[in-house]
């Protein structure tokens, strides 16, 4: 049984690592190795949502770690390793040979495998461990084209911005254990406070990071920077579905401190507002579908704010497969086409059919047109949300539904004389079939996977999530989002949407976060080095100097006028020899005081003069 | 002699036949080697023979019976880490140097300096009496003075000296402290297990204090702390890769190293009455070093600010052993220090290396003249790019292991103040992060700079002394047990007498 919770992360951590040691010297190979080890790694992840083994193991003192597949680990595991598969499969076709394929599939399956840990992980060492190694990946993989400065630098900020989430749960671990005396993730809300609330504050901190909530949002736009398939996997199941899952996870958590859930609801139900709105006014396709991603991780972070377990978890999985759909769409396109600007990207459902259908599928899920996935996931969030945030969902729902018609128009209306191609990059006019393969099926489970919500199904689905008792949405509820969404899809497809200046540049969170925050740094940085040059090491040189200076004062004046004096000291001496022979007492403590006060004298000299 | 005294001696032996057999250069370097891996085997038999979490392999013998300081050695859960952690890192060192050995002037004397140097930290680290701790200490500043003024480069002269001075003064304050415990000890002695177990100046609080001074400062500059640091930055940028590798691996650790086996366990009280003072000597360590360090344009002086920044966990974490807290939660913040000595020596060390691969083929420190380097020197690159993230504190690599405990233990010590500190430093992981991209970006990635097309990849002596540096720090970050099962003992000792 313990077997399987290690062998799970393992194979894809320990072959990920192979292949980055390896090289370019794994580059044949790694595309088949990748997808191999991605399916052996689903294999093991359904045998592991069966069989929900647990280890724990000691790390560090009196601090037991773990790993427990439990039954929102077994949704988790096999969701990320459905959407590693996927993506693996359709980058097998996606990057090409001339590209440093074994660094690529390398770090995605050790990006996959860190998602399966901080899933699986049942105390806070073992969750961070996993959580910052994710983390890391993601910037090797957005910088993956490090020759291009830009993107590099994109993959700084995407990095910097998450780790500076990530200092949440450095402070919210030390916390714990002040708190509860373990990091286990199931004590935490037994903490005393105030430790309870500074490790509710730090968790929730890190999972804004990571999951791009507001302010932390800017940080998504950047990671565009990355392959197509890095951005189908960590938009999906991988990084940003991180800080849902922690939030959804520590649930009783942000129950107890009694604040928590508030702000984590609003925060989440603002995102899906704001960067709903940014994700209308956006004309690249990418960036559309990053915005679209914080708004949709918004409603699950709304879901563990009010406590709908079931329906966060299912907004997850639902919204991974139907992203992961939409981002292979687009990278489909990016390749063949080479171009991801909506203005060009006329005609390119009807070039290329099957991605076309499936492209179209995921966007009216996306949309939150019934009876996709998305409509019905969404709707048992807002179920247990309280009127207030249930308003905001509704219009969060309007901006979906308007952002996913718009790209979804873009694409199936029909190419005109001033669409151009390569407006990015060199297209190749092809689609193969590895590219292909993943599609319809992620269509399929994007489209259906609201029949979690019917009922019959969604008891056990939360009996399956311990969140039995949680309120369904009414047939109501359900019919009027549906309706907002098919009125606001109709009116989109007829008249283009508005695009707000503010909202296209992602509302300036990127901007402010440069001036407010990392240009002070460095700039008090630089103040500080040159502080540290002039008046901590100057003031060392000057006791240095002011040596020097007392020695050639000494030398000139006192000197000569010394030399008169010699005679007259051997007098002196005389008589010192004999007070001298007075601290001979033969007693060794007596000669050590004698030596110490030596000693400071000679500490003196020589400090002066050096 | 028994096999400590052998470890620590065989390779002064092997120095002095460097002179006596006359070897040349070549061989010279390759005696450098073998001794070092003889003694490198010799510390990993004592790591496996050691099983007693008491003092293990010790040895007694009268010295200087007069002031009953004695040659007495012995290894515990504290020494040994370090003890095989510097002959490690001494053997990598000499393996760097074989590809220099047909360019370094005077290799046989640079090798002979090495091996003394190796001799006098083995000593240090092994040596249970304080006048025999002192005189390794005073050596070792000896020792690194000529590496430096000899085999240095830029302004080595001028550098070497202030780190002479400078140190020597921090060593004079240590030896001021020093006979401050001898003669409050009862009965008088330099011995430091005696003086652990009936710590001196116990009814005298205020020359308890005036010690503790004379030897935290003096530990401090070795350390060193802010804002006893400023011979650090000149000291590294102007020595050999070797040197400094050494200097940031090992000498550093003897200040830390210090701390734990000297002031906590000899002066208790003095300990827990200020360390306050500890604790915010070591925040500001963490976050000005850090700041410091991320303003540098010079890749070697930033990576010497980040020891300034590392050191300070290991200081904050040793300060915060004096609060009071929960007992447990401060076992782990000194067994997170002791980590991060072994880790930090690891890492900087690789660091400081791979530092000298790059001026070895440009002379050149400077950051803005580099960018793309990771197309034609991709080992290179990549041995860059761990050490990096190593640094900054990536979990898989060991750096995280001793930070992580370390915040985890202030912060979970369970006083405001406590984690008021343990949160402020943990902003040092961020900037850190920071500094170290801006170095991936500004050296490795990107476009060419001016001098990209002079560097060439790690050779096959250079990888073989970095590597096996990085590959244990990745054992140390995936499987760290082995090391904490060793070392968690210490600050159950240590704590118990801190809390008495």
């Not at chain 1, 702000?263 to 990418?286: H, I, N, S, Y």
């Not at chain 1, 007829?494 to 707000?500: D, G, M, Q």
């Not at chain 2, 202030?162 to 240590?174: C, E, I, K, N, Q």
């Amino acid at each position: 049984m313990s077997a399987l919770a290690w062998a799970l992360p393992v194979l894809p951590l320990a072959a990920g690592a192979l292949l980055l040691l390896a090289g370019r010297r794994a580059d044949r190979i790694a595309p088949l190795a990748g997808v191999l080890v991605a399916l052996g790694t689903l294999v093991l992840a359904v045998a592991a949502a069966a069989q929900r083994p647990k280890v724990t193991f000691p790390l560090f003192a009196g601090l037991p770690a773990g790993l427990h597949v439990d039954g929102l680990s077994a949704v988790m595991v096999l969701t990320v390793a459905s959407a590693a598969l996927a993506v693996l499969v359709f980058a097998a076709g996606d990057i090409g040979a001339d590209e440093p394929r074994a660094r690529f599939f390398g770090l995605m399956l050790v990006f996959a495998g860190a998602m399966l840990v901080t899933v699986t992980a049942s105390d806070l060492a073992v969750l961070l461990m996993a959580w910052e190694v994710m983390g890391a990946m993601s910037y090797a993989l957005i910088g993956f084209w490090w020759h291009d400065p830009e993107r590099v630098e994109s993959a700084n900020v995407a990095f910097l911005t998450t780790r500076a989430g990530d200092l949440g749960l450095y402070f919210a671990a030390g916390c714990a254990v002040a708190g509860t005396h373990s990091l286990s993730l199931g004590a935490l809300a037994d903490a005393a406070s105030p430790w309870r609330d500074l490790v509710a504050a730090g968790i929730v901190l890190a999972a804004f990071g990571k999951s791009a909530q507001l302010p932390f949002s800017f940080w998504l736009s950047r990671a565009m920077a990355g392959p197509s398939p890095v951005s189908a996997l960590l938009h999906s199941a991988t990084m940003v579905a991180a800080g849902a899952y922690l939030l959804i996870r520590v649930h009783p958590l942000l129950e107890a401190t009694g604040w928590a859930e508030a702000l984590v609801a609003w925060v989440g139900a603002l995102t899906a507002l704001v960067m709903g709105a940014v994700a209308v006014a956006q004309r690249d396709l990418k960036q559309l579908l990053a915005a679209s991603t914080c708004a949709q991780i918004g409603f699950m972070v709304l879901a563990a704010g009010v406590g709908s377990v079931a329906g966060g978890a299912a907004q997850l999985v639902a919204h991974a497969a139907v992203k992961c759909l939409l981002f292979l769409g687009a990278g489909a396109w990016l390749t063949a086409l080479g171009t991801k600007d909506l203005g060009e990207l006329h005609g390119a459902a009807r070039r290329f059919r099957l991605v076309g259908v499936t492209f179209g599928a995921g966007a009216l899920a996306l949309a939150g047109l019934p009876p996709l996935s998305l409509w019905v996931t969404k709707d048992v969030v807002l179920a247990s949300a309280p009127t207030p945030l249930y308003a905001v969902g509704l219009a969060a729902g309007v901006l979906a539904a308007a952002y996913s018609v718009k790209a979804l128009v873009a694409v199936w209306r029909p190419e005109d004389a001033l669409t151009r191609d390569d407006t990015d990059q060199r297209g190749t006019r092809h689609v193969g079939l590895a590219e292909l393969l993943p599609m319809p099926v992620l269509a399929a489970i994007g489209a259906g996977f609201g029949i979690v919500a019917l009922p019959g199904v969604l008891g056990p689905w939360q009996r399956l999530l311990g969140a039995s008792g949680e309120h369904g949405p009414t047939a109501v509820e359900l019919l009027l989002s549906g309706a907002i969404a098919l009125v606001v899809a109709v009116a989109v497809s007829r008249r283009p949407v508005p695009e707000l200046r503010v909202a296209a540049n992602w509302f300036y969170l990127e901007r402010a976060a440069d001036r407010l925050v990392a240009r002070p740094v460095l700039a008090f940085a630089e103040a500080l080095a040159r502080f540290d040059d002039r008046v901590l090491d100057g003031a060392v040189r000057m006791v240095a100097a002011g040596g020097r200076a007392a020695a050639s004062v000494a030398s000139r004046r006192l000197e000569f006028p010394a030399d008169g004096l010699v005679d007259g000291l051997g007098r002196a001496v005389r008589r010192l020899g004999a007070l001298a022979r007075r601290p001979q007492t033969g007693q060794v403590h007596t000669y050590y005081a004698q030596a110490a006060v030596l000693l400071v004298v000679l500490a003196l000299v020589v400090v002066l003069v050096g | 002699m028994t096999v400590l005294s052998l470890v620590i001696f065989l390779p002064l032996a092997a120095a002095l036949a460097l002179f006596l057999l006359r070897l040349g250069d070549r061989a010279a370097v390759w005696t450098w080697v073998a001794a070092s891996a003889a003694d490198l085997a010799l510390v990993a038999g004592l790591w496996i023979g050691y099983d007693d979490p008491g003092v293990g392999y010790e040895e007694n013998a009268r010295w200087i019976p007069s002031v009953r300081a004695g040659y007495h050695l012995g290894v515990d859960g504290l020494s040994l880490p370090l003890l095989a952690l510097t002959a490690l890192l001494f053997l990598c060192c000499a393996v760097y140097s074989l590809k220099q050995a047909r360019r370094t002037q005077r290799a046989r004397t640079f090798a002979a300096l090495f091996l003394f140097l190796e001799t006098v930290s083995l000593g240090l680290f092994a040596a249970l009496d304080l006048l025999l701790f002192f005189v390794f200490f005073d050596l070792s500043i000896v020792a690194m003075y000529f590496v430096i003024a000899g085999w240095g480069h830029g302004d080595r002269l001028r550098s070497a000296l202030r780190f002479f001075l400078y140190t020597f003064f921090g060593s004079l304050a240590l030896l001021l402290g020093f006979i401050g415990l001898y003669l409050g000890s009862s009965p008088k002695t330099f011995d430091m297990v005696e003086l652990a177990r009936n710590p001196p100046l116990a009814g005298s609080p205020g020359l308890a204090d005036l010690v503790l001074l004379a030897i935290a400062v003096g530990l401090a500059v070795k350390t060193p702390t802010v804002p006893f640091h400023t011979w650090l930055p000149p000291a590294h940028t102007d020595a050999p890769a070797a040197g400094s590798a050494i200097l940031a691996g090992v000498l550093l650790k003897m200040g830390t190293y210090g701390f734990v086996r000297i002031a906590m366990p000899m002066l208790p009280d003095a300990w827990r009455r200020y360390a306050w003072v500890i604790v915010i000597v070591g925040v500001v360590s963490v976050v000005y070093g850090a700041l410091v360090a991320l303003a540098q344009r010079n890749l070697k002086r930033l990576v010497a600010y980040t020891s300034v920044n590392h050191m300070g966990y290991i200081v904050l974490a040793v300060g915060a052993a004096g609060l009071a807290g929960d007992g447990a939660a401060r076992r782990l913040a000194v067994t997170g220090a002791v980590t991060q000595m072994v880790s930090h020596g690891l890492l900087t060390g690789a660091l400081f290396l791979l530092c000298g691969v790059l001026y070895d083929r440009t002379s050149s420190y400077d950051m803005d003249e580099y960018g793309g380097v990771a197309k034609a020197a991709p080992v290179f690159a990549g041995m860059l790019a761990v050490a990096s993230f190593g640094s900054l504190g990536l979990p898989g690599l060991s750096g995280f292991i001793a930070e992580f405990q370390i915040f985890t233990g202030v912060i979970g010590a369970g006083t405001t103040g406590a984690a008021v500190a343990g949160g402020i430093s943990v902003l040092g992981v961020l900037i850190t992060a920071a500094l170290f991209l801006r170095v991936l970006q500004r050296v490795l990635l990107g476009t060419p700079g001016t001098l990209t097309a002079e560097v060439t990849d790690a050779g096959r002596a250079e990888r073989a002394a970095i590597v096996p540096l990085l590959a244990l720090a990745v054992v140390i970050g995936i499987a760290p047990r082995f090391l904490l099962d060793l070392v968690e003992p210490v600050p159950s000792a240590v704590i118990a007498l801190v809390a008495r």
